[in-house]
């Protein structure tokens, strides 16, 4: 990775993801796009509408990019509200990208997710393969999308990574549309107002991952040693697995009037009982050493006291 084209850039995981990309590759380096722009960006960035493929690629070739990073994409619960706009957009923008690094010759990342298992996949310790029939839009996108990845590769050769990433969690920019996006709200509501409403019910577990691992876990997956690599794209990872409660539990040991109550809502929870309570990540560990550094206490902490600093 020399020089790095991501979509996407201002979400949850872009926005942090290019900080870090700029700091071990070099500001330059690093071209950042999305379909808005905010009035202070630093570093190369144009707008690009990734339904727009020749845009990207474009963009891709004049920068001299030899990697592609696609983050852009619309969440779970979003996509259940617009299922054709969720299809256009994952689908189309993923095709371009795939097709544009096809033709410039560039290493490939975009990410899965947990939300790419269904009802009927085994619930705990989720095997690297297993049975996937997603019930939801996005599921439906995600597994489309972990095929047209392998077959990118087998076909072409497009040297296409990626992981199946589980709820993240992050203290910098909110998520939106997700259902995991729980896992960060209460603790923005645990500051500002000590209370928070859950929309998950209690007892649905479901994978998470604090946002420094995710990034480090996707610089680790593309610098790995390609040849090692036995199954490329869609790796099961994760952190942790909790319900509700449990973090409830966990933010009430630094805020001890934290007080949480539930409203669900029947839409993300149907989405929450169809995926997973855990994945296991054996393949991910083996075939290229992934590894975590923060469970629940440690991001707990970390997120409060991050948060704090932010919200003052
Ligand atoms: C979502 O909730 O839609 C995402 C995901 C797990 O893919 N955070």
Redesign the pocket.
Known sequence: MEKIMVTGALGQIGSELVEKLRGIYGEDNVLATDIRKLDHTKGPFEVLDVTDGQRMHDLAKDFGADTMMHLAAL???TAERNPLFAWNLNMGGLMNALEVSRELNLQFFTPS???AFGPSTPKDNTPQDTLQRPTTM?GVNKVAGELLCDYYFDRFGVDTRGVR????VSYVTP?GG????YAVEIFYEAIEQGKYTSYIKEGTYMDMMYMPDALQAIVDLMEADSKKLIHRNAFNITAMSFEPSQIAAEIKKHLPHFRMDYMVDPVRQAIADSWPNSLNIEAAKTEWGFQTEYDLARMTADMLEKLKLKLQ
């Open positions: 969440l779970s619960a997710s947990i939300g996005y990433f589980p709820g993240l998520p997700g259902t995991t996006d």
